[in-house]
């Protein structure tokens, strides 16, 4: 005899659903969560690991190969990024990259 699981509709049914793990996303999800409501969160970016996903937060400037900078090169490869103050050696692996794409935590697509 199958073993059916009966409780499937139920256990994928949700009082509130939530789009976007940012703080607000996030926030507000803790909140519902804390007040006993069934939530649900979606997050289409990557999966970033506190500390892990990090790598570049206690360098120093002189430790990266462009000290901090983008050269020429990656900044004509990506004209869209390349506007974005925060595109900078240390953070550029969390942008999308060589495409006509706006800021997406780090998809090279
Ligand atoms: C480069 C940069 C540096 C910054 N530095 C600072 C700083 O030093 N200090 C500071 O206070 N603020 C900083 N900010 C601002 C701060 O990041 C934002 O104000 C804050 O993240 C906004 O939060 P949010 O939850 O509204 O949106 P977001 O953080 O953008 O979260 C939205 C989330 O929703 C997800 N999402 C979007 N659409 C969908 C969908 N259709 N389905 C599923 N998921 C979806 C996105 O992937 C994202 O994870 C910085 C912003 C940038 C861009």
Not at 10 to 20: E, K, L, M, N, S
Not at 48 to 60: A, E, F, G, Q, S
């Amino acid at each position: 005899m199958a073993n059916f699981n009966i409780d499937a509709k139920q256990d994928r049914t949700y009082q509130a659903i939530v789009i976007g793990s940012g703080i607000s996303g996030s926030w507000a999800a803790k909140e519902l969560c804390e007040h006993g409501v069934k939530t649900l969160v979606l997050e289409r970016g990557k999966d970033v690991k506190h500390i892990k996903d990090y790598p570049t937060t206690n360098m120093l400037p002189y430790e990266f190969e462009h000290r901090g900078q983008i050269t020429e090169e990656v900044r004509k490869e990506n004209p869209v990024v390349s506007r974005c103050y925060a595109f900078r050696e240390d953070a550029q692996h969390f942008f999308c990259q060589r495409s006509g794409a706006s800021l997406c935590t780090g998809k090279t697509i």
